[in-house]
């Protein structure tokens, strides 16, 4: 089984962290599994005066952003394996849900953890294989354990048959490609690369570009030699 290593470096308590746990977990493996296919995982909180074990995934819970516009996001260890970053007082500045933000990432993660998925359109146009950024909202969540969780799109949402009816978990969308009012998607097109998609734009099928903090985005304008891997340097030195 996956392990995911929790570590907590944010204002947060740990009761805090730890109360998500069960529904992250749950929603992991009782509901993206079948789902999408992939492996179950246990989720552990490491406490914070020890190093996380080597080989295993990480959600870490910072206090600030380090990317601008970002209030969480998933990327690549110094290990080369998937993290995902929660910024704790960014979520909590924009009066977001912090669950949600973490379910968010975790989804994101567990489908797409080398951040290389893409699925071509019926226009030939790809998407990348984000599956919580087209239902994005606290509002389209659902509750696990009575936590709030992301919804996330299922791979019908990719599908060319638009004629599907169950396109994401909580059954918001009603069709393949669809954007919820709040939802965005990455789209690569031809030159331009990553760009992205929010839904009004979608509706009038016109491009917008990536925001900043779009990991896709800058490594498209950014030469691959000059990618910086996701590095722990906010971990303290017991953690190293």
Request: net charge positive; hydrophobic share 40%; aromatic share 10%.
């Amino acid at each position: 089984m996956l392990r995911v290593s929790v570590l907590n470096e944010s204002a947060a308590t740990d009761a805090v962290v730890r109360a998500m746990l069960p529904a992250l977990q749950t929603q992991w493996n009782r509901d993206l599994v079948p789902a999408w296919g992939i492996d179950p995982a246990m989720l552990v909180l490491v406490p914070r005066e020890r190093a996380p074990r080597r080989g295993t995934w990480w959600l870490i819970f910072l206090n600030d952003s380090d990317q601008a516009k970002a209030l969480a996001y998933h990327d690549l260890t110094d290990e080369g394996l998937p993290i995902s970053k929660v910024f704790v007082r960014s979520v909590r500045a924009d009066r977001a849900s912090l669950s949600v933000a973490a379910s968010h990432e975790l989804c994101e993660m567990a489908v797409d953890p080398w951040l290389n998925n893409a699925y071509q359109d019926p226009s030939g146009a790809f998407w990348a294989g984000e599956v919580c950024d087209p239902v994005e909202a606290d509002r389209y969540g659902y509750k696990i354990h009575g936590t709030l969780m992301s919804d996330f799109v299922t791979p019908d949402w990719f599908s060319h048959d638009h004629s599907t009816s169950h396109v994401d978990f909580a059954r918001r969308a009603t069709g393949a490609f669809e954007l919820l009012p709040a939802g965005y998607a990455q789209r690569f097109e031809g030159k331009r690369g990553w760009v992205q998609v929010n839904a009004k734009a979608a509706r009038r099928s016109k491009r917008a570009g990536a925001p900043p903090g779009s990991r896709r985005e800058r490594r498209s304008r950014t030469d691959r030699a000059e990618w910086v891997k996701s590095s722990p340097p906010w971990l303290g030195a017991a953690r190293r």
